[in-house]
């Protein structure tokens, strides 16, 4: 999940090597941290929060298999 996440991110901003996921793993959730360049926040959030959620509702799908929780957080 972490590579997806980190695929599909990569895919929407400008500067690409500056995106970052980190993974932590609790009991029944996953937390994964995205990181990315602040002129690209606008482009990962999207107007109204649109793009912030189809990424969590792509990576939540692609969890349902593992049977695991997964939160996905946008950081600065």
Do not use: F, H, W
């Not at 929407?12 to 995205?34: F, G, K, N, Q, W």
């Amino acid at each position: 999940m972490k590579e997806l996440l980190e695929t599909i991110a990569k895919a929407l901003v400008d500067y690409p090597e500056e995106v970052s996921v980190t993974e932590i793993e609790e009991d029944r959730a996953i937390i994964l941290e995205l990181k990315v360049s602040k002129d690209d926040m606008g482009k990962v959030i999207g107007r109204q929060g649109r793009i912030a959620k189809a990424i969590r509702t792509v990576v939540k799908a692609s969890a349902v298999k593992g049977n695991k929780r997964v939160v996905v957080e946008i950081l600065q």
